[in-house]
């Protein structure tokens, strides 16, 4: 009930605040009491006077050629994609090891050139390609050639012996 009273007695005084006697508006400046100003006389036709000399431009020197220093950056405009062919692990290098059938679906092991082995699922990034499926003895990959072109399904099969 107090908090009620409070409120209404705030309430008043902030009407009673905006209102009163609204602010005079300023007066209009008074234009200055002087006799009517006489017209402009018109500009001669003629310079009274010799002819003035323009003075000249100044000579402008050429521009020196500008040399990029990468001071150990890379150019940003080089492509990033090699000419050569993708370095470290491709998957032409790789052989398909074995495939585990698992909780999370299936994983496989794959063996690279130099013996190191991995396990890939379906998704994942090797070298220049991206793991499409891994069926019951199969590995496929989706390669793409050059960015823009659509991939090319490559299939390692898992060999038994």
Not at 40 to 62: D, L, Q, S, T
Not at 125 to 143: C, E, H, K
Request: glycine share 12%.
């Amino acid at each position: 009930m107090r908090s009620a009273w409070i409120a209404a007695l705030g309430l008043i005084g902030l009407l009673a605040g905006c209102g009163g006697p609204p602010a005079p508006a300023p007066a209009p400046p008074r234009p200055a009491t002087s006799a009517p100003a006489a017209p402009a006389p018109a500009a001669p036709a003629r310079p009274a006077g010799p002819p003035v000399a323009m003075p000249k431009e100044p000579e402008v020197k050429p521009l020196e050629p500008l040399a990029y220093d990468p001071k150990g950056r890379r150019d940003p405009f080089v492509s990033l994609a090699t000419a050569e062919g993708a370095k470290g692990l491709t998957v032409a290098a790789v052989k398909l090891v074995g495939i585990v059938h698992g909780r999370q679906g299936r994983l496989a092991l794959v063996e690279a050139p130099d013996g190191l082995g991995y396990i890939l699922k379906a998704g994942d990034q090797i070298g220049d390609g991206r793991v499409a499926d891994i069926g019951r003895d199969s590995l496929t990959f989706s390669v793409a050639a050059r960015p823009g072109l659509p991939p090319t399904p490559v299939v390692k099969r898992l060999r038994t012996q």
